[in-house]
């Protein structure tokens, strides 16, 4: 019998030959994984993370050299030593320095020369050629039941000057002529969630930190909205930089 769709069939043993696993839900609009298939792209991603680790072994690129890395803290903290991995795995000559730095000044370093490859976060487009990677909606979270947004002027937990995130909420309330002061800073987004579980500030963050217990601070609160952020990669056309830069192109769904 063929299996039903979103299903997958996998051999278990002689007494129960055919085991029916289903991996997707379907419906008109969406598709996602289920627990199962969660669990089966996991062992596929690491059988591929092997396979690469072995032909590199044996067919490695011959690519070396010094490849330098300017990013801000949350994506050196994220993205970066998944980049990392992926390269040394491809391209396993390679020498990688990591600078991590408000999104500001990686983008200084990159026009100065002092990065071939530079990761950053920005809510406006950057003043040099750099590819749009990913985005997502800015939002203004707080604590789940959290009083901080009742406080005038309102608090607010940021990151260091020089981020993206912090100069487009600092901005917008400007605009919006709403009084506000820095209760709590950090260099990165993990800091700024645990001032907002302590009920200490609201955060201008991602929408995907919003979890059981952080929320989107309610429309009638009447904050400004925020727009998008964009996580940006520029290359200064070096050999070594143009290596990762492929690789996230081929790659770029299993590595953010």
Request: hydrophobic share 45%.
């Amino acid at each position: 019998m063929a299996p039903k769709s979103g299903a997958f069939a996998v051999g278990v043993n002689r007494r129960d030959p055919l085991l029916l696993l289903r991996l997707l839900y379907r419906d008109a609009r969406h598709v996602r994984l289920t627990r199962q298939g969660e669990i089966l792209l996991g062992f596929a991603r690491r059988l591929v993370g092997i396979s690469d680790e072995a032909m590199a072994a044996f067919h490695g690129s011959s690519l070396s050299g010094c490849l330098r890395i300017a990013a801000p803290h949350d994506l050196g903290v994220s993205l970066v030593p998944k980049l990392l991995q992926r390269l040394a795995q491809t391209h396993p000559h390679i020498r990688v320095d990591v600078r991590l730095d408000a999104s500001e000044t990686v983008q200084r370093l990159f026009m100065e020369g002092k990065a071939n490859l530079a990761l950053f976060n920005e809510a406006n487009m950057p003043q040099f050629q750099a590819l749009d990677l990913f985005s997502e909606e800015l939002v203004w979270l707080m604590y789940d039941g959290g009083r901080a947004v009742e406080q005038d002027p309102l608090p607010l937990a940021v990151a260091e000057v020089g981020c993206a995130w912090r100069d487009a909420a600092l901005g917008a309330l400007e605009k919006a002529g709403r009084s506000y002061r820095v209760a709590y800073s950090s260099d990165t987004s993990m800091g700024q969630v645990a001032s907002l579980r302590a009920d200490l500030a609201v955060a201008p963050l991602p929408r995907s930190l919003v979890d059981r217990d952080l929320v989107e601070v309610p429309e009638h609160w009447g904050l400004p909205l925020l727009g998008r952020t964009h996580v940006y990669l520029a290359d200064d056309g070096s050999d070594t930089a143009k290596a990762l830069v492929k690789l996230i192109a081929s790659d770029l769904c299993s590595i953010v």
